[in-house]
């Protein structure tokens, strides 16, 4: 009986960071999440937990200057059994993982969880240490349980690259560090009937032992050997290497074509050797249990098989087993096509949606892909007699074949059930550079781009910007980047080599036609793009659709005959432009950043040529840019609060503002009526006046009128807290009606402009570096005995004719 304690926190080796485990840690995983993963990715990790009851568990490395034999692995074999008992126990579940270390060396390792018992993290460390110093000829590792230790899990690869500075054995010239892949992969030393629960630390069960252990009763495994059989005890007389034998005094031609997999010649015609029974398949599997002994049974579906023992004498290894491909078998016709096609080419049906899946990046309906394989045909029974039929045919009806509940694009990973578009970047699976590189022309572009160095706001933006899109590719910082500038300055080059250089072409998308690629009926811009590029494209118009696809997580895809459906939306959007006004900007905007670029390269035809002929096809420089950007720190930047705050995107916030909101910033700073100005208070109609010449007349899709404006304007400031009406508190806009009836504006400049300032609408520092603005009428107003009709509207004519000229320019 297991705990309560059933999710497993893990985290990719490549994006271990401490934000990454801080984030694993918040979300665990079920177990049998964890299970189907390391079946088929061999990145992951488990983070054991600090607190509470963990396995025993135990490590053992022995490292050599030479590739070892048989003979010498098994020797190990028996020290670590000897270990083993000596710290108390007899059965464990084992895994090995032997092979050329990151290093250069040699390693022999054995790895042991022993699920009967349980212990803390730090006396399974104390404990350990303690054994070590007891005997210190043992091969037990006694330094990997500190705290956030990463622990690799079944099936998982040691780490891609590594590289160790501290060995002067592995540095070449100048004392630089040589970079060794490491690619040795952790497996079951058995496969048998244990669960995977029984290799995860974390795990344990509440009627186990606590582990109780005096550091006093450790002695040394050399001054008292054992004679009792252990897991790995074994008969000296027995050579692993005659295995193979096993198979061939058992079976009738035996042909392996996996490590662990075999046919041979008993099909269809033969009584199967294990169970006496005609199988309609040739293909066995074979294994062996914790006591050394070897199984085989048939995987025909049709007819159950018995497993059967073929040794007498226990083994320690499988070495003696072929390793390599050498002969597919004789498979069903229809088996064989139907391995060729859902693995080779990927073929899967996907539930939701009802679609299909062919070489990883085509949809398909049902009639789509009966006419894709319809020349892919193979012999079957129709009534008496043999035919040929489409493979589809048959794969249709076929309940076992490939087949997903979804399919999501899921950088971090996904269940089973669900197929994971996800493929990775190119460039991380380039090998690590054994010398240093030099990446400068690309830091060139990202100062071109800018228009500054490293060290300043907007250039660490960018390259924090980029480097995100590579170290979380399961998160978006949320922000779209608009490059403003003229043509041939270096912004396309360089998203062009991040994108479809680096990341690979199926992960980058660009376009100059959002009307028809983004926003027509049938689109799948967006989907599985990590990193989308707008060319030139009039961007200000779609601005209520493009902000969504900036922040949301999940976007819709929908392709012509196929039904839509949702997927994760992870790609950052980057806006190319020379275009002053590419975008709109709103007043409260979070989305946007905006960099404005220099000249300092247009017209270097040799700066580009050696950058597309020389650098961008060079796997060295790629894989020396994707370093670069994998070492910068962006664990706790926030790209929206420490967005660079540039004039341009200032310049576009203003100019993207609405007439009204233009017409209030300008009336209050630059053109402030003066003797109408403070507690004096100003009819409604004359200020739609006012409006209606700072408006003008060309270009206008809808002509001002008084009512649209009144609300307007009363909903601008009322959101943003500056309006007050009748007999409520006077803010800085105050609406009432004075003693002959008519609404008047009651405006608080200092006020008003506190709130402009606030809001970073306005360059001026401070109150009174304002002007003091134009006089907008002279005449007497109305209700006043002076006043006379019409004289006041030719003012008013003549005087906001004045204003409109002086600031129209600014809308």
């Not at 006496?276 to 074979?286: A, E, K, L, R």
């Not at 910082?477 to 270096?490: P, Y």
């Not at 004359?686 to 009144?710: M, V």
Request: charge should be neutral.
């Amino acid at each position: 009986m297991t705990s309560q304690q059933e999710k497993v926190v893990i985290v990719k080796c490549l994006y271990a960071d401490k934000n990454t485990i801080t984030q694993a840690k918040a979300n665990p995983k079920l177990l049998n999440e964890v299970e189907n993963l390391t079946k088929t990715n061999q990145d992951y990790y488990e983070i054991p937990p600090d607190e509470g009851y963990i396995k025993p568990y135990f490590d053992w490395d022995k490292k050599l200057d030479y590739e070892p034999n048989e003979a010498q692995i098994m020797e190990v074999g028996r020290n670590v059994s000897k270990d083993f008992e000596a710290l108390g126990f007899t059965q464990g579940t084992w895994a090995t993982r032997h092979g050329l270390s990151a290093s250069g060396r040699h390693k022999i390792s054995f790895r042991a969880w022993v699920s009967d018992y349980k212990t803390t993290k730090a006396d399974l460390n104390r404990r350990v240490k303690a054994y070590k110093k007891a005997n210190p000829d043992s091969d037990i590792d006694d330094g990997v349980y500190p705290s956030e230790r990463k622990m690799g899990l079944v099936n998982c690869i040691k780490g891609s690259t590594q590289v160790y500075p501290k060995d002067p054995a592995y540095t070449g010239s100048g004392k630089k560090p040589i970079y060794l892949p490491d690619t040795r992969i952790l497996k079951r030393m058995f496969n048998n009937t244990k669960p995977f629960s029984a290799t995860i630390i974390g795990i344990v069960n509440e009627d186990a032992k606590v582990w109780e252990f005096d550091e006093d009763e450790y002695q040394s495994v050399q001054a008292q050997p054992t004679d009792t059989d252990s897991t790995f005890s074994v008969d000296e007389e027995y050579d692993p290497k005659d295995a193979i034998e096993l198979f061939e005094q058992n079976y009738t031609n035996p042909l392996f074509y996996k490590k662990y997999n075999f046919s041979c010649d008993e099909k269809g015609t033969k009584p199967c050797p294990n169970c006496g029974v005609i199988h309609s398949g040739n293909n066995y599997v074979t294994w062996r249990d914790d006591q050394g002994f070897i199984w085989t049974k048939n995987l025909s579906r049709v007819k159950g098989c018995e497993k059967k023992c073929l040794n007498t004498l226990p083994s320690l290894a499988f070495q003696g087993l072929p390793d390599t491909v050498q002969d597919e078998g004789k498979e069903d016709e229809y088996d064989k096509l139907k391995q060729e096609l859902e693995n080779d080419r990927d073929l899967a049906m996907i539930e939701k949606g009802l679609m299909y899946l062919v070489d990883g990046d085509t949809f398909l309906n049902k009639k789509e892909l009966t006419e894709t394989f319809q020349d892919v045909l193979l012999s079957a029974k129709v009534g008496r007699k043999v035919r040929e039929v489409p493979f589809t045919d048959l794969w249709f009806r076929d309940p076992k074949k490939r087949k997903y509940k979804s399919m999501e694009f899921a950088p971090d990973g996904c269940p089973p059930d669900v197929y994971n578009l996800w493929k990775g970047y190119r460039v991380a699976n380039l090998p690590e550079n054994t010398e240093e590189v030099d990446i400068e022309p690309f830091k060139v572009l990202l100062r071109a781009i800018t228009n500054s160095k490293e060290g300043e706001d907007a250039y660490d933006y960018m390259l924090f910007w980029l480097a995100f899109l590579f170290k979380y590719p399961h998160l978006k910082t949320l922000v779209a980047v608009v490059i403003r500038s003229l043509e041939g300055i270096g912004k396309n080059t360089l998203f062009w080599f991040v994108g479809e250089v680096l990341m690979g072409n199926e992960l980058y998308n660009e376009t100059n036609s959002p009307d028809t690629d983004i926003f027509g009926t049938f689109t799948t811009f967006f989907e599985r793009k990590k990193l989308v590029v707008l060319d030139e494209a009039n961007c200000f118009k779609y601005h209520e659709k493009l902000c969504p696809l900036i922040t949301n997580l999940k976007t819709t895809i929908r392709r012509k005959y196929l039904h839509p459906f949702d997927i994760n939306n992870y790609s950052q959007i980057a806006i190319l432009t020379n275009n002053d006004l590419p975008v709109k900007i709103s007043p409260s905007d979070r989305r946007y950043v905006v960099l404005d670029g220099n000249a300092s390269l247009k017209g270097n035809k040799e700066f580009f040529d050696n950058f597309y002929k020389v650098l961008a096809p060079d796997s060295k420089f790629q894989r020396a840019v994707y370093d670069y950007l994998m070492g910068q720190d962006v664990e706790n930047f926030d790209f929206v609060k420490q967005r660079p705050d540039t004039d341009g995107h200032k310049e576009i916030q203003r100019r993207s503002m609405t007439r009204e909101q233009k017409f209030i910033i300008h009336y209050i700073t630059d053109a402030w009526g003066h003797q109408y100005g403070g507690d004096k208070p100003l009819e409604s109609g004359n200020f739609f006046k006012l409006f209606e010449e700072f408006c003008g007349q060309s270009n206008l899709s809808e002509k001002p009128n008084p009512g649209g404006f009144g609300a307007r304007l009363r909903n601008l400031l009322k959101k943003n807290g500056v309006y007050s009406e009748k007999n409520e508190a006077r803010n800085a806009f105050h609406k009432t009606t004075n003693e002959y009836g008519y609404m008047v504006w009651n405006i608080d400049r200092k006020k008003a402009f506190e709130w402009i300032k606030s809001k970073g609408f306005t360059d001026y520092e401070n109150y009174e570096s304002l002007p003091i603005g134009i006089t907008y009428w002279s005449s007497p107003r109305r209700g006043t005995p002076e006043y006379k009709e019409g004289a006041f509207d030719d003012t008013v004519n003549r005087t906001a004719q004045f204003f409109a000229n002086r600031i129209r320019e600014t809308h």
